[in-house]
């Protein structure tokens, strides 16, 4: 079993119109942990993300990927073992129909098409979207299109999975499905959300970001039981926990 | 206006398709030399932009009728000739197919009309030297609308000629002119104004974005008048040449008189005289003659062909519509045979 | 045409594509030949062709039956189109206006005879056009297109173009709801907004296209676009070709209706 660990080195951060979106960034998740990045709007999430894969470097500091420094040359391989989904699936499924999206990253990491049919074909049935194959992406419901957008990059068969709000616009059933599907994976898997029940239930660990900064890095079970250090960063308890306590007031 | 394949004849058409072919053919060329990754997507985004934009209406002032943006000079500004070019033709070729908005065969036609000439011609003719290097709004709206009038006026007269060569309407050259040539104008200042606005707005609002784009695709190669003429003069006889060729291989596409029609028989003099005739007529209308000479080389022809007409025998012409009738009659019956059958076929 | 019934005219269409009927599967190479040598022969009659264009009609009948897609709708926009061909055609019965025939007592003249030319060949070209896209999926006449020749870019940003083409409108049209829920008569559809609300969908256009080449280089891309070769001819495509090919050379080099109508004469003579 390789060592696929995610090393993030006082990352910092700057947009090029002057943004600080990451400061000082230090943590390290080791194989197979579930992580969960939660924090207000614009504390961050969605920049450290995108640093996982190379889309965004770091101004200053170091991300290691397993052996992997991340520079502009090693970028290329980094992004054979993360697979990152977006936020917006719309900007992810940009081939013609779903067939040909699930089989862009095989065929680009250099497969024949026989083996490239067999990532597809176990890449759909993994999401429960194999009757989805032939059509275009635009005729797809929400959920639907995140399933497919998780199952392209399930199909390079990654070590780290890093997502971005997966679970926003989804009707309640294809949350529920999503999180059990997400429970299914034994990757290492970097969640970020505002969906805490979610975080709660998928990831162990939780990391909490406000401008920038990690203020909190521990076990979710605490971490999202700890109503004073959720309201000071913006965040409040899980609902789940929540209606307990209404519960608890209303009796 | 998009020229439409009930008005075109074969040899018009092939002819435009293989002008838009070489076109296409160079601007794809141009842009693998040095295009970045990024501009395909980009190219097709776009693509989608405009033809969204195109939907969008805005009332025209004084006159409270609608107006909308046709895109080719705002698509050259933003990505250059030969990115413009294609998604251009890409635009086009997708209201074709979704929009019956122009013909297929006639989409050789309107890609020059309207993609050819703003891209190739106006924008480096007359926007860029009339821009410069500024940026400033009253000179980019003086280019604008200089440039979207130049590009309209040749796409509207290209329309009437393309009309006109293929014979298929009897409107006169001067009354075609007229009620095209002051339309385009109005609709092209509209264009030319909102054009302006656009690229304004865009460089207020967010001034990198145009010079980021500029940066990734090709640059635009130093683009001289005599270079433009050569090339248009090189095209000229590719699809002049085309167009002879047609017009002696296929006579009766270029089917003037009207012999033929009621099977009145083979009149080879007539034909070789058509033949010749019209390759008169292309090399006479490649240097956009008075009208006059055309109709002269017509008029004899009808002439020639009118005592035909007195004998036309009645009884062929009514075995025609009787046949006619016939065979659409078998048709409908066939259409709906097969609906029936499906219909069956899906309730088992 | 509003705004929301053009989406939702192209929209139609573009389900209809996806079905599958005999007619959609044959190989996207095959229709996309058919159709442009059916459009040639139709515009290369005469001018004064009328009777020889009937049996012409059996192709859009043919596809709109066993292709099932709703006669109204093709015939709608065929409607649609049809004001320029129109415009242009209805001065030839004023301008040639020989008489030429005489039927049942009434004079025909040459110019009606185009006119009537020019619309039964738009109906013919136009109803092709729409059956084309309406019975093989874009992405299909785009895989025909590569196949035929047309260059490699050209075809690639076609297919995001497509792609995209439903998401942009979808954009624009909440860029229309939000001026129309704020504007009162025609105040706000002026130009000056009109030309912000372009300029803000051209912002939201050019970050959309950033993030799509982000995903794109997540998944590996290099630069070119990998196609897998999905469709393949088989000899029921060639039958169809051929079929195609011999109706249309019948019927375009042989006065067979004509025929049909002499032959009915001569029966109730």
Known sequence: MSHHIIEFRNVSFRYPDGTEALRNIDFRITHGESVGVIGANGAGKSTLIQHMNGCLMPTSGSVTIGDLLLTRKTRREIRRKVGVVFQNPDDQLFMPTVFDDVAFGPLNLGMDETRVRERVHEALSTVHGLDLCDKPPHHLSAGQKRAVSIASVMAMEPDILAMDEPAANLDPRSRRLLIALLKTFSHSKIIASHDLDMILDVCERCIVLRDGRVVADGRSAEILTDERLLEENSLELPLTLQTRRWREDTE | MHMADALLSPAVGTALWAGTAAVSGYASVKLKERIDDREIPLMGVLGAFIFAAQMINFTIPGTGSSGHLGGGMILAIILGPHAAFLVMASVLMVQALFFADGGLLALGCNIWNMGVYPCYLVYPLIYKPLTGNSKNPGRILVASVVS?????????????????????????????????????LAIGVIEGVVTAGIINHVRSARPELLDSIAASRPLDTAISLRKVMVTFAV?????????????STYPDGLEWSIEKVYGKGELPEDEHGIAAKLKGIQEKTAFFPDYNLKSAGKEPKKAEAAPAWPGADAGTSAAGIIGAAIVLGLILL??????????????? | MTFDSLYYDIGRL????????????????IKVIAAILFLFTVISFPKYEVVALAPFFLFPVLLITIGEIPALFILRKVLLVSPFAVLIGIFNPLLDAGTVAVISGVPVSAGFLSFLSILLKFILTVSAALLLIATTSFPGVCHALR???????????LLFLYRYL?????EAMRVIRARDMRSFGTRGTEMKVFARLIGTLLFRTVDRAERIYHAMLSRGFMGDIPILRKYHITTIDLAYLAMTIVFLVIFRFFRVTEGIGRIAQELFR
């Not at chain 3, 439903?166 to 979808?170: C, G, N, S």
């Open chain 2, 148 to 184: 979207v009038v130049v590009a309209l006026q040749l796409g509207a007269f290209s329309v009437v000629m393309e009309t006109l060569l293929s014979g298929k309407s009897e409107l006169p050259f001067g009354a075609f002119v007229l009620l095209m040539q002051p339309i385009h």
């Open chain 2, 235 to 247: 095209l000229a006889v590719i699809t002049g040449g085309a167009l002879s060729w047609f017009a």
């Open chain 2, 334 to 348: 066939i259409g709906m045979g097969i609906r029936t059958f499906r219909g069956r076929n899906a309730q088992t």
């Open chain 3, 14 to 29: 573009d389900r209809l594509s996806y079905r599958d009927t005999f007619v959609h599967r044959l190989d996207p190479r």
């Open chain 3, 147 to 157: 196949r035929l020749g047309f260059p490699a870019i050209f075809v690639a940003q």
């Open chain 3, 166 to 170: 439903f998401v942009l409108m979808e």
